[in-house]
């Protein structure tokens, strides 16, 4: 540039119109002097100097990732535990047996007839009440059959079995007192009367059935068939102690929950072992839950309480809520859970809160900004590069090649081109292509759509521009085509294509914007302001969180105006002929 | 004239011809999987055909199992009797979907076309009358702000603040909960009331350009040798304005407004889907989100038509206003 402060004595004036200033100014300063002196190509530039610097250094600044998640802790009522009042039989089977279904259906059938017997699959089963909704399931094994008459019992035994003199007496003697069972030696044998037949059978313990619930009072106690049994007998005699396997237990009864606390009395301790009701109690989580906890469990329900305070393991109460319904219910508690921080209004920590999927909405518009602006500026340059070359071939040689050249423009400038994206969009998104492959398709796809008005723009120019006297004057020179057009023919465009290139930047991100809005441009977690605003397809959310797409919303606008103004104070500066 | 009216029709033809090529090629690049997925969800339809009979009839009806060429000569022979098959998205022959919709869609686009010319060249001369003055910015901003404003942004301001915060309109559709309720003039009222946003918001968003048009014109017109002389003749300002000015201004005014005519048929595809207007751009938008070659297709080469026709209109227009273009 001419040194402008060595001329300063000439100039009198300031004025740009002053003749001296004039000659002395480079066309270049001239037109970055009209530039500047245009009020809103200032404002443009501005706009885009901000922007530019909001999303490149901001994103940079920014202390957060683009796709980083924000997690906040709360407490919410979540369910702890379920309850349920048992009226089913449960059924526990003797060690190495099975008990069918069929056959726990037709027991259940059985129990309700008041029968003692039921066949099911060819296996009859006997039923031996021992207490209420208490029966043990057996199968007899005969030892032997009697036939009584007049007061005479004859004794036949069954193949490989004997009858002793003590089992007789024992016979008559549960016979006398009409009992239906004798113990001999420590086995129990059943009389099974059948008309003036009777049977002495051995009972083979299958399963057994209650409406009690058996917990254990730690996770490593397996309650064994014979401690259940032994429990829940001495729970209807209502014993104090009883003994299994040579381990005494001793219980506590609570008559009025109809529940009972055991202890395996070991020495002189009193160890807590199980405890029995007949509500089932199951954590949610399938953690173990205590014994105590259980009993207030039980307690609270049997008092019909809807909540209860019990001490957590850190010895802190905890205040457990009962919802009931029907015969089930749901303890509660209030549960410290991590929670993904979802349209969180603005704060400190967030100036613009977070979006729907827990990210910083600033941070994610710096790195859309930064999405929608190189997107803008490889799609001009591309589509720039191809209308130079194509317009420049078509004006600078003229017929057949311009004929050609302006028909593929028409041609592609009749393609519809926002129906076009949308199609190659849902396309994309049908095959569901990687997001970030995607970006490049679609900066392809703005640009192969793009060039036809600056290939019309250029050819036009170098059509009046390839007439004048310079490009005689090259031509007397010998300078290769090739050198003509690129070297002298193209630079005489640059003004106009600075002008249409700004523009189209501004079209660009426009378009950009409409399509990541659609769902259908830049995806997720690839952040654009278009697909920022997607957001408010759900109406609730442009209702309640303004936040979310108002400002995302604004930068598009002033971006887009910032190019713009830029645009239309360059036409100005490179064309003064409008001016009065 | 009538050389110069044959011949750019025939090239218009000749185009439109292309551009049915390369729209049918894009169309049949598309993964076949694409049209597997469409007889797939055809044959889930309750009372529909077997997912093979679809997969076969679509190829078939289609010309999908042919080469492109094949194909397209297939397509284009059906298309120039008016065939364009049957939509798959709304199950009724596409032109049949088209009438139904195309009316509201020129509505909408008719009354904010009206509103748009109303308001633009007033503004736009207004404008050039004082260049570089105040009200010259105000109304130079405004336009570039209406060029610049992203439409569904917009439109979603015009719903959140007149939708949801004043409740004056209703948030989209084309019709009110009640309508069925209501008077004949309560009806129009109704339809109106639902047409209100999306009209602002098309007007807003297309204003600026015929704005920043009338004023370049204006100023062109203004800085001309007969304008001078009208004023040293001593006619009033007024008079040089109205009469000698805008008179030359309207030339290439009514040129472009005549180009754009064919446009008031192509619909507004983000504003009508956004305020469910069912107009060609939202039945359109449905279509092609949901792979529906048949009324894509139809839809593609229904807009090329109209750019094309705009193209001729404004070409002929040009041509009766300056007869140096006939000549070449």
Redesign the interface.
């Known amino acids: 540039m001419t040194k402008n402060e060595n001329n300063e004595h000439i100039s009198t004036s300031m004025a740009l119109d002053d003749e001296q200033r004039v000659r002395i100014l480079s066309p270049g300063m001239l037109v970055a002097k009209r530039f500047l002196r245009n009020r809103l190509a200032v404002i443009g530039l501005l706009i885009i100097v901000v922007m530019f610097i909001f999303s490149f250094v901001g994103g940079v600044i920014s202390p957060y990732g683009e796709a980083q998640v924000f997690k906040i802790y709360d407490s919410i009522e979540k369910d702890f535990a379920g309850a349920a009042i048992n009226n089913e039989f449960q059924y526990i089977n003797a060690p190495e047996e099975s008990f069918p279904a069929m056959a726990k259906a037709e027991s259940i059938l059985a129990i309700n007839k008041g029968e003692d017997r039921f066949v099911s699959q060819d296996v009859v089963y006997s039923l031996i009440k021992e207490g209420n909704d208490f029966y043990r399931i057996v199968q007899y094994q005969d030892v032997a059959s009697v036939i009584s008459l007049k007061g005479i019992n004859r004794f036949t035994p069954v193949e490989g079995e004997t009858i002793s003199k003590e089992m007789e007496t024992a016979y008559a003697k549960a016979l006398d007192t009409n009992e239906k069972s004798f113990d001999l030696d420590g086995t129990t044998y059943y009389i099974i009367n059948n008309g003036k037949n009777s049977s002495i059978a051995l009972a083979k313990e299958i399963s057994m059935a209650s409406k009690m619930m058996f917990s254990a009072y730690t996770p490593d106690i397996d309650l064994s068939y014979d401690f259940r049994f032994a429990a829940e007998k001495a729970m209807n005699d209502q014993t104090q102690t009883f003994e299994v396997n040579g381990i005494t237990y001793n219980m506590d009864l609570d008559i009025e929950d109809n529940s009972a606390v055991f202890y395996m009395i070991d020495g002189d301790e009193k160890i807590e072992y199980a405890l029995a009701s007949n509500i089932s109690i199951n954590a949610v989580n399938n953690a173990f839950l205590s014994i105590d906890f259980k009993e207030a469990i039980v307690h609270a329900i049997e008092n019909g309480d809807t909540s209860f305070t019990m001490p957590d393991n850190n010895g802190v109460e905890v205040e457990y809520k009962i919802n009931r319904k029907n015969n089930q219910f749901t303890i509660r508690t209030l549960t410290e859970t991590e929670l993904i921080n979802t349209y969180a209004a603005p704060s400190k920590k967030h100036p613009l809160g977070t979006d729907g999927n827990g990210m910083d909405i600033i941070t994610r518009l710096m790195y859309g900004g930064r999405v929608s602006l190189v997107i803008g500026f490889v799609v001009v340059i591309i589509e720039t590069i191809i209308g130079v070359i194509l317009g420049g071939l078509a004006g600078y040689f003229g017929g057949w090649v311009d004929n050609l050249i302006m028909r593929i423009v028409d041609i592609v400038y009749c393609i519809p081109s926002m129906p076009l994206y949308i199609i190659l969009g849902s396309v994309m998104e049908f095959l569901s292509i990687d997001p970030k492959i995607r970006i490049f398709i679609l900066m392809i796809i703005l640009a192969i759509l793009g060039w036809p008005g600056i290939a019309r723009m250029v050819r036009g120019q170098i059509l009046s521009l390839r007439e004048q006297d310079f490009m005689t004057a090259t031509e007397a020179l010998g300078i290769s085509v090739s050198r003509r057009i690129f070297r002298h023919l193209v630079p005489n465009v640059i003004p106009q294509l600075t002008v249409i290139g700004t523009m189209n930047l501004g079209g660009i991100i426009l378009t950009e914007a409409t399509l990541s809005f659609l769902g259908l441009g830049v995806k997720y977690p690839y952040a654009s302001w278009g697909n920022i605003i997607n957001a408010i397809n759900d109406t609730y959310i442009m209702k309640m969180y303004w936040f979310v797409w108002i400002p995302a919303g604004l930068l598009i606008l002033f971006t887009v105006l910032g190019f713009n103004f830029v645009g239309d104070g360059l036409r100005d500066a490179f064309d003064p002929k409008m001016k009065r | 004239m009538r050389k110069f009216v044959i011949k750019r029709l025939a090239?218009s033809v000749?185009?439109?011809f292309?551009?049915a090529v390369?729209?049918y090629t894009?169309?049949r690049c598309?993964?076949s999987?694409?049209v597997e997925?469409m007889a797939r969800e055809k044959a889930s339809l309750p009372g529909g055909k077997s997912y093979n009979e679809w997969l076969a009839q679509l190829n078939k009806s289609y010309g999908l199992d042919k080469g492109i060429i094949a194909g397209f000569l297939q397509w284009l022979g059906q298309a120039l009797k008016g065939n364009f098959g049957d939509s798959w998205e709304f199950n009724i022959p596409v032109t049949e979907k088209f009438m139904e919709v195309i009316w509201d869609s020129f509505v909408l686009g008719a009354i904010s076309f009206i509103l748009e010319i109303a308001i633009a060249i007033p503004l736009g001369i207004a404008a050039a009358r004082k260049?570089y003055s105040k009200s010259d910015?105000a109304i130079?901003?405004f336009a570039?702000?209406g060029?610049?404003?992203?439409?569904?942004?917009f439109a979603?301001?015009l719903?959140?603040v007149f939708a949801?915060k004043l409740e004056w309109f209703e948030?989209f559709g084309m019709i009110g909960r009640h309508y069925e309720q209501l008077s004949t003039f309560g009806k129009f009222l109704d339809r109106a009331s639902h047409l209100v946003l999306p009209i602002i918001t098309l007007v807003i968003v297309n204003i600026g350009s015929l704005m920043r048009y009338t004023r370049?014109n204006m100023?062109?017109v203004l800085?001309s040798d007969y304008i001078r002389t009208a004023r040293a003749k001593g006619l009033s300002e007024k008079r040089v304005i109205n009469y000698h000015a805008f008179r030359n201004t309207l030339i290439p005014i009514v040129t472009i407004i005549g180009g754009s005519l064919p446009a008031l048929f192509s619909g507004a595809?983000?504003t009508e889907?956004l305020f469910q207007i069912e107009g060609i751009g939202y039945t359109?938008?449905q279509a092609?989100?949901?792979?529906d070659i048949p009324f894509?297709m139809f839809?593609?080469i229904f807009?090329?038509m109209l750019?094309?026709l705009g193209n001729f209109i404004a070409d002929i227009l040009y041509a009766v206003v300056d007869p140096r273009v006939r000549v070449n």
Do not use: C, D, H, R
């Open positions: 090239i000749v185009i439109l292309f551009v390369i729209i894009i169309m598309m993964p999987s694409f997925n260049q910015y130079s901003v570039l702000i060029i610049s404003l992203p439409s569904f942004f979603s301001v719903k959140y949801i948030l370049t100023l062109e800085n595809m983000i889907t359109s938008y092609m989100t949901t792979g894509s839809y593609l807009m090329a750019i094309l």
